[in-house]
Structures are given as structure tokens and as C-alpha cells.
């Protein structure tokens, strides 16, 4: 794992391309997903759209363009996402008489379409979900963790009342929580975000946060309570049963294509890609090794291996090509293929076959007749020594001990003195914006969230020594 914060771009950058994962286009900000990289989406949205459906929800699609003044009736929502905002002004040579944004989020252009679909409790809840692209023209773009252009799924949902809307908000939380965790291997923190770090226009946000392996952290998925804000700005209203007119509840809740950065940057190795094998484009890799041309038995066992493997359902390879086994091995370690399967001349006379799993550092030998099973086996340790491996990161690189700015001021020296990674801290706020702001300003340290199960509680805020009303983990983020 990497230590030295100014080689982990680099290293990102070079690992996505040798990977064949993405290429830049001429628009800035943008990225063509080549297939493996949208394979790996790919299978986040399926596992994601699989629990949607299970709880409820149906996908929809709502309009790219957004009319400027949808934007204008929640002044939050605007002053949130302005800087941020491309603009269509021109249109078959005519400019048009109103702006029309190209999508940030899609509470406005939805807010105005459910104030019309909806009349009367018997209409809700409404459980809408999209899958989409977004735009938000960043200052710094990295691809697939902050992109001008990304895809993403933004859940859309309106309630008879708080209560519900609440649980639902937390639901998806849930979920996504579950998605990272479980197919990802990826272990997150959930918890409420800070008043300045919400979502705009929203009463509370929620999120799930991941430390990569250079110490900094990715919001990983969000959900929104967002009250009746929007649906007083777009008069989203209904007939309850005692035959009144009241404003629904609604939320909001979404992830995007930065898990597949974040897999990237959480699991990769010097080698290259090292991928969980439930999201993996190929899962195995089967190579013929020695003079395999001229004994046709291997490939009859490997073709044979093949068809089993896919009888099973598993994303699997056979490399034939005339490249040496030292350049094939190289190739799909860095593609992060989770297990590699050598088959040789000697191999078939003793009945068994070389495994090698793309996280370990040895070869194992295996019997032939019990291949199928013994593959199927290492797909699954992968999965959790991958989990268990970057938690035990996280907990090393994540500090309990810092109580005061000026400690954490002396924590940032040190690491960069010894050029270690400043991880994570957890922290007292005594829940002051300006406390938090000098924080961030000082030490480039935004809090990530109140987490709803800390390690532990702290008393007194990091800045002002009053005390702590939340105990909050901050770091250096994507």
C-alpha cells in the first residue's frame, strides 16, 4: 500500500489507464468509460437496483435540462449549486428566452412534476428512482472520483409525514451502507453531515464515508430528509384524510460512478487493479503454461474448466493467446482479476493446476476434480480478507487521541515529516460553523460526519475547548 501521499495520484492515474478502465475525451472534466470500467458499473447498479425494487421503489427518468427558474424557488438549492451549474442559452441558432441548466440533481424538475402527480393521500408514497448522468462543472477534476460529466442513481421520494420520510431517508442509508460493505469491500462510517456540509436545500444529510489508502476520505453515498422544503417551493400538496390540503414530505438519496474510484483507490497495489470479485469484469483468468501447443490435452481441460466455471455463472477468461505466461500474468494483475488459473504439460500429469488469488503473494496447487469448488471457495475469502484487510487500515490510520487544534497541527507535521499519511482524525465540535470553518481553513480538515456508533466520545470541541455537543470525524477529502 502506498504511504507518500504525492506518489497515490500518480499511481491512481497510471493504474486506471494501464488498466484499460478509461480515456480521456476533449471536453474537460469528461471521461469515456471503456468497457471493463463500465462493467464495474455495471454491477453496482445491478446489486443497487436489486434492493431499490426489493423495498419498493421503481426507476423513472426525468429531463436533462432544468429552467433556470425551477432553481430559483429554493434559494438554498441555487446558492448551493450555482458555481457549479453549465448553462444552455443558445438553441437551432436562437438564444433562448430562459437558461436552461444541465442537471446538477433533479429535486426541482421532479419537485414541479409531483406537485402535479400528485392529489390526495391515496398517492403516496411516491418511490422514484433514476438512473443518469449529472453535471457539476468542477474546478479539479480526477476521473471517476470528481468528474464535470458522471453517472449516478438519484433516488426521488415523497411522504404523508417526517415520520416516514425519515425512515425512509434512512433506509437507503442502509442500503447503501450494505452495497459498499458487501460488494465492494469496502468499509464505511455512516452518520449525519454538519449543517455547512448538507446537501442544499436539505433539513439533515446522511452519508457513509470511506478512508482511501492515501489517508483521504470519499463520500461514498448520501441521503436527504428534505422536509417540506420542496414541496412548498413547488406546492407538492395532497388531500389527507381528514380532507385537508398538507405539503409532503419528501428525500432524496444518491451514489455515483466514485465507488468505482473508490475500489480503486482502497484495494490497488503496486501490481496494479486488485478488485472484489463480485463487481470484477472477469473473475478468473484460465492460462495454458510450457509447450501447452503441442499437448492438446490442456486445452481440452481448460476449455472443459471453462464450461463449467460458466455453467456456474462466473465472469471468466481463457488466454490463449501467443504472448509469454510472464506478460499474460503481468496483464491480468493489473486488470485485478481475482483468481488466475496456470494449467502446464506437468501440471496435467500430477491432476492438479496452479490458483494464484490476486491478493495473496504465493501459488497454490490444487486437485482438477475439485477445481470448480475450489475456485468458487476463493472468490468468497477474497471478498472478506479484502474487507477485513482495509478495515484493519482504517483503524490504523484513523486517531483518537487528537483533542485540540494545536495537536492536530503537530499530528500534520509529523506525517509529513516522516511522510506517513495523516489519516483520520475523530474530534469534539461544539457544533459552532465558525469552529469548524477554522479547522478547515487551518489544516484543509472538513468533517466528514457525525458518526452514529464513534469508537468513542469526546467532550471538548478541537477548536474552542468548550464543550463538544458532537463527536465528529474529520479528515482531508476527495
Known amino acids: 500500500m502506498y504511504q507518500k501521499t504525492s506518489d497515490f495520484s500518480k499511481w491512481y492515474i497510471d ?10 475525451t476533449p471536453v474537460r472534466g469528461c471521461i469515456a468509460f471503456k468497457p471493463d470500467g463500465y462493467e464495474l458499473w455495471e454491477h453496482i447498479q445491478e446489486e443497487m437496483d436489486k434492493r431499490f425494487k426489493e423495498t419498493g421503489h421503481r426507476n423513472a427518468y426525468f429531463p436533462m435540462l432544468i429552467p433556470e427558474s425551477f432553481f430559483q424557488k429554493e434559494k438554498d438549492h441555487i446558492e448551493g449549486f450555482s458555481p457549479e451549474l453549465p448553462w444552455v442559452t443558445e438553441a437551432a441558432g436562437e438564444k433562448l428566452e430562459e437558461r436552461l441548466a444541465l442537471r446538477p440533481t433533479s429535486e426541482t424538475m421532479i419537485g414541479h ?18 438512473w443518469a448522468n449529472v453535471f457539476r462543472w468542477e474546478k479539479k477534476t480526477l476521473p471517476f472520483i470528481r468528474t464535470s460529466e ?16 425519515r425512515k425512509e431517508t434512512m433506509q437507503m442509508l442502509t442500503i447503501y451502507k450494505e452495497v459498499v460493505e458487501e460488494l465492494l469491500a469496502i468499509p464505511v462510517y455512516d452518520g449525519q453531515k454538519t449543517r455547512s456540509e448538507r446537501f442544499a436545500g436539505a433539513v439533515d444529510t446522511y452519508s457513509i464515508e470511506a478512508m482511501m489508502q492515501d489517508g483521504k476520505a470519499v463520500q461514498a453515498g448520501t441521503s436527504h430528509y428534505l422536509g417540506t422544503k420542496f414541496a412548498e417551493a413547488f406546492d407538492i400538496k395532497y388531500l389527507n384524510k381528514e380532507n385537508k390540503h398538507t405539503y409532503v414530505h419528501t428525500t432524496s438519496w444518491g451514489t455515483s460512478t466514485r465507488l468505482i474510484g473508490s475500489v480503486i483507490m482502497v484495494h490497488g497495489d503496486e501490481k496494479g487493479l486488485v478488485l472484489p470479485p463480485k463487481i470484477a469484469p472477469t473473475q478468473v483468468v484460465l492460462i495454458p503454461v510450457g509447450p501447452w501447443k503441442k499437448n492438446p490435452a490442456i486445452m481440452e481441460k481448460l476449455n472443459e474448466i471453462f464450461a463449467a466455471l460458466k455453467a456456474k455463472g462466473a465472469r471468466v477468461r481463457l488466454d490463449d493467446s501467443d504472448q509469454s505466461p510472464g506478460y499474460k500474468f503481468n496483464e491480468w494483475e493489473l486488470k485485478g482479476v481475482p483468481v488466475r488459473i496456470e494449467l502446464g504439460p506437468r501440471d496435467l500429469e500430477k491432476n492438479h493446476a496452479l490458483m494464484k ?17 475450489s475456485i468458487e471457495k476463493e472468490l468468497e475469502t477474497m471478498h472478506t480478507r479484502l474487507f477485513e484487510k482495509a478495515k484493519a487500515f482504517r483503524t490504523e490510520n484513523s ?3 487528537i483533542d485540540s487544534l494545536k495537536q492536530l497541527k503537530q499530528h500534520l507535521g509529523e506525517s509529513e515529516q516522516n511522510e506517513t499519511i495523516p489519516g483520520w ?6 457544533g459552532d460553523n465558525i469552529c469548524e470553518e477554522n479547522v478547515k481553513e487551518q489544516t484543509k480538515f472538513t468533517t466528514r460526519n457525525i458518526p452514529f456508533n464513534p469508537p468513542i466520545t469526546k467532550h471538548t470541541c478541537i477548536h474552542c475547548g468548550k ?11 476527495y
Open 15 to 24: 493504474t486506471i489507464q494501464k488498466a484499460d478502465l478509461m480515456d480521456y
Open 113 to 130: 412534476l409531483y406537485s402535479n402527480w400528485i392529489k390526495s393521500y391515496r398517492d403516496l408514497p411516491v418511490l422514484i428512482n433514476q
Open 150 to 165: 458522471f453517472l449516478w442513481q438519484e433516488g426521488h421520494t415523497a411522504h404523508v409525514d417526517e415520520e416516514e420520510a
Open 357 to 373: 488469488a490476486r491478493d495473496e503473494g504465493e501459488k497454490i496447487s490444487i486437485p482438477l476434480e475439485s477445481i470448480i469448488e
Open 399 to 401: 486517531h483518537t487521541h
Open 425 to 430: 482524525i475523530l474530534a469534539g465540535w461544539c
Open 467 to 477: 464543550e463538544a455537543k458532537h463527536t465528529v470525524w474529520f479528515a482531508r477529502a
